[in-house]
């Protein structure tokens, strides 16, 4: 595996040059940009060209067929795209969580939905990376870097979603591994997803400090899928769910302890909502983008709409607040990357930027006027997309609640 991890690697550095010119002068263009490394910058330029080449002109067709795109996580697996988190020493490139962040706004702008279900394999490709013992490491990373197995994180039930302590599925400790029973939801890559990280309660009478995560394996016994869920929009995201009936785990799957569960949960969910707050910055720029080319040509009253001051402001005051929130998420990212407090930049960075995604999406379809609900434009796609952002990792409700709690407490001096 890692002679044919070398091998894309200088595959890439012959032909990188060109891709980085172009992104450097991508990055002139922005007010703000995150640093990146000249490794980094090389996996970005890759990642740039993964998405106008498998993503950008298959995506309309992925939501039509209403299905996930096996063979573009795959295939982006292949590309290196699964290992930014994990170490060189396992396979990886082992680079920032910038980088995955800066990644999924790029795949974004082409496909959310898409970009969202890869973030999610990769976010479990890097915590096995980081917390599994080196026999579970050998075991699964080579499969997930290469797109054999597709990772997905398992905390949502039926009845249970933000509220984290109203978990019902239930870890019971047998010799020698735990006996798990419940049904997850709402899972991104279920469709198709080999591994999971699931959150289960080993204590009901102790609430979220009973929970704990395990490493499970849907292609062994007690594990079943549950239809892919149709969501507008969205088919690529792969969202449904597994039920597990007395499904043993090894001692030796079990990531983390009671209690910690809630921890690493709540760590996985702030960083989650950072890359989704970038994520949205991606999409709606991307259609505003769209929309001025589209204003440049459109010719009317003698000239071009473009020349409508009333249009050209509204433009404007979509670019000032893409601006606006990807200020608020490269925060949010910086915060998750250094390991400090990142609940507070992560909760208002999600909320303005999904905002910021509805409201600019539908005004750059109205610049567009009714060639923008054309199948040729991603922007009703995009639009349904900005939606889903509103809801996953915690509702704009839920985000008020954090930001709120955070400001009462202060009040109070606590």
């Known amino acids: 595996m890692r002679s044919s991890t070398s091998a894309w690697k200088s595959r890439f550095r012959e032909a990188a040059p060109s891709a980085i010119v172009a992104l450097k002068e991508q990055e002139q263009g922005a007010f703000m940009e995150l640093p990146l490394t000249d490794a980094e910058a090389t996996m970005l330029a890759r990642a740039i060209d993964f998405a106008e080449t498998h993503v950008a002109p298959n995506a309309p067709t992925w ?3 209403r299905r996930q795109p096996i063979e573009a996580l795959r295939a982006a697996s292949r590309a290196g795209l699964a290992g930014l988190e994990v170490p060189e020493s396992l396979g990886g490139t082992g680079l920032r969580f910038r980088l995955k962040a800066r990644v999924a706004e790029e795949i974004a702008r082409h496909c959310f939905a898409f970009s969202f279900s890869m973030i999610n394999h990769m976010g479990l490709a890097g915590k096995i990376a980081r917390d599994a013992p080196a026999d579970i490491q050998k075991r699964y990373l080579p499969e ?3 797109g054999e197995a597709i990772g997905c994180t398992a905390l949502s039930e039926p009845q249970a979603g933000s509220d984290f302590a109203a978990i019902t599925t239930s870890a019971k400790k047998v010799d ?3 006996v798990i029973n419940g049904e997850k939801a ?3 890559n279920a469709a198709h997803a080999d591994l999971m990280f699931l959150y289960a309660q080993t204590d009901p009478a ?3 400090r009973g929970v704990a995560g395990f490493l ?8 079943t899928r549950v239809p892919p869920f149709e969501i507008m929009g969205g088919h690529a995201i792969g969202v449904g769910g597994f039920i597990l009936e007395d499904h043993l785990v090894p001692d030796i799957r079990q990531m983390s302890e009671p209690g910690d569960g809630f921890k690493a949960a709540m760590a996985g969910v702030n960083a989650a909502r950072s890359y989704v707050a970038t994520m949205c910055c991606g999409m709606t720029e991307a259609a505003i983008e769209l929309a001025a080319r589209y204003a440049s040509e459109r010719a009317a009253f003698g000239g071009h709409i473009a020349d409508f001051q009333g249009l050209r402001w509204q433009l404007a005051d979509a670019q000032t607040d893409i601006e606006a929130a990807r200020l608020l998420a490269y925060r949010a990212v910086l915060a998750v ?3 400090t407090a990142a609940e507070l930049p992560a909760a208002p960075a999600k909320k303005f930027a999904a905002r910021m995604a509805d409201t600019h999406l539908t ?3 109205q610049v567009m006027g009714a060639a923008g609900l054309r199948r040729d434009y991603p922007i009703g796609r995009q639009i349904a997309c900005a939606r889903i952002a509103n809801y996953v990792d915690g509702t704009t409700e839920i985000q008020n609640e954090r930001i709120a709690r955070a400001l009462f407490n202060k009040a109070k001096g606590e």
């Open 337 to 339: 990357e250094d390991g």
């Open 144 to 146: 997930m870097l290469a």
């Open 63 to 65: 939501e039509e067929e």
């Open 176 to 178: 020698g591994g735990w």
């Open 216 to 223: 499970i394996d849907a292609r062994e016994e007690g594990v």
């Open 206 to 208: 102790a609430g979220w």
């Open 363 to 365: 005004r750059a379809m």
């Open 186 to 188: 709402w899972i991104t």
